[in-house]
């Protein structure tokens, strides 16, 4: 492929993968203008704590409704209304999930400092690292480059005009004439990272008497990125939707505080999750066949199991990729982000690339592998496959991995990946403040799933101490 002329690169977000983007790009020196927007007052992404959360999603698609761009920009717009969705699922006692040894970026470590949550279930210096600890590592990286970044300000639209990115964007936050306003107005770039993540748009199953539910019984339903407050379900009958690591924490905290058996929903589960899944008192059964108002809340599952009185269903079932501000929409209907190679470069024009959408990828590490990449490739350094190539990797991948949001689940096979991204990057140029992104080393994977390790340790204690109480109770 030919090598693109870039001078000028937007940023589209302000969490880890927009960070990696920044960082990387910074030390190509080879652009004239980098700029970072972010639709926050502040730079953390998902690890930005809201104490209100997200409202739950009262319709199955899959972006925001469009706003109604002003007939005339640059100018000022009354505010729009808040898109709830940017909230983020952090709550006051989250911690890591994955090992702090290989989710930080190589060129700086963690601090080395645990909650007291973690250190009582896990012991001292375990690897995970609380969500406010991982927000200040955050500011503390951004720091730099923090007059690239304009804040409060949201991408509404991207559309390519020749060779150049349109970017019509609106800050909100101004004032005009004493009021508060929205300002809008459009940028041009050669070039678009897109780094907006993927914890953005709850994903709720379609569920026949689900909406019904939420509006007679309102509050009683909970996506898992509402979660706040252990001590809002205690003495609740509840029941808990998925079979991933969301779930298995919401497993953990809630099965001894509700009230009766805590009730687990699963179409699929992960089995290194086993532990949890078989806790005492809780039941686990099938998908939700329907939903209903009568009894004071009804599930009935599609195995014949019934319950009712229900207080609380929370749905741990993960996330829908949404761009709503490009066009036509790059994600199908099954999920996944269509034509970009490697999960990052726009096939055929790679002045349009995303970063940080990736799962089950080692997180900050991954994001810093594919913004270097995208740097270098940017700066005419790094060196892309055909077009052709490109495509035959997506065909191939679509057999591999089929057409869901699986597709860009890069487990088992990091190495391949990893040392993938490493080819495209190749060595910093001389003159650049580059640098080489370290081989992959097979022990990754250990330290990023040693958590879970420590997980299944602290709930196999949990089960030993209930039987002891139990042998007790009996004698």
């Not at 508060?180 to 050669?190: A, C, H």
């Not at 209907?333 to 470069?345: A, N």
Request: charged share 25%; aromatic share 10%; hydrophobic share 35%.
């Amino acid at each position: 492929m030919s090598k693109p002329n870039v001078r000028r690169v937007a940023v589209i977000g302000a969490g880890p993968s927009g960070i990696s983007a920044v960082h990387g790009l910074v030390r190509e020196k080879k652009f004239d203008t980098i700029r970072v927007f972010e639709r926050r007052g502040r730079i953390g992404g998902t690890w930005i704590y809201d104490a209100k959360p997200d409202d739950f999603p009262t319709t199955s698609a899959k972006n925001p409704p469009p706003r109604q761009i002003p007939s005339t920009i640059p100018g000022f717009a009354p505010p729009a209304a808040e898109d709830t969705t940017r909230r983020t699922g952090i709550y006051s006692t989250l911690d890591s999930n994955v090992g702090s040894e290989v989710m930080e970026f190589t060129h700086t470590p963690f601090p080395k400092i645990n909650s007291a949550l973690t250190t009582e279930r896990y012991g001292h210096n375990n690897p995970t690292r609380p969500y406010a600890v991982v927000a200040g590592y955050l500011d503390d990286l951004i720091a730099p480059y923090l007059n690239l970044v304009t804040l409060n300000t949201t991408l509404e639209k991207l559309e390519k005009d020749g060779e150049v990115w349109v970017l019509t964007l609106r800050q909100t936050g101004r004032e005009s004439r004493g009021e508060k306003v929205d300002y809008w107005w459009t940028e041009r770039f050669d070039a678009v990272i897109v780094a907006t993540g993927h914890y953005t748009v709850p994903f709720v199953p379609a569920i026949p008497g689900l909406k019904e539910f939420q509006e007679k019984l309102p509050g009683r339903l909970e996506h898992s990125k509402q979660f706040r407050d252990i001590n809002e379900y205690v003495g609740k009958r509840v029941v808990v939707v998925g079979g991933n690591v969301s779930a298995g924490d919401l497993v953990i905290d809630l099965h001894r505080i509700v009230s009766g058996q805590l009730v687990l929903s699963q179409r699929g589960r992960n089995e290194k999750l086993d532990s949890i899944w078989n806790l005492r008192n809780v039941r686990t059964t099938s998908t939700i066949k329907s939903l209903s108002t009568e009894n004071n809340g009804t599930v009935e599952f599609t195995d014949g199991f019934k319950t009712s009185n229900i207080d609380k269903i929370i749905f741990a079932t993960g996330y829908r990729l949404s761009y709503p501000f490009i066009q036509p929409d790059p994600v199908s209907e099954s999920g996944r982000l269509q034509g970009f190679y490697k999960h990052i470069f726009k096939i055929g024009d790679p002045t349009l690339a995303v970063v940080g959408q990736v799962r089950a990828a080692l997180t900050f590490r991954c994001y810093e592998y594919q913004a270097i990449a995208v740097a270098r490739v940017l700066a005419g350094r790094g060196t892309l496959p055909s077009i052709l190539e490109q495509k035959g990797w997506e065909a191939e991948r679509l057999e591999y991995k089929g057409p869901t949001a699986l597709f860009h689940e890069i487990a088992p096979d990091f190495k391949e990946y990893f040392e993938g991204l490493r080819a495209i990057a190749g060595f910093p140029a001389e003159g650049s403040d580059g640098y080489e992104l370290p081989p992959y080393k097979d022990e990754w994977v250990d330290y990023g799933l040693a958590i879970l390790a420590l997980k299944d340790k602290y709930v196999r204690s949990l089960k030993t101490a209930s039987e002891e109480i139990v042998v007790k109770s009996r004698l």
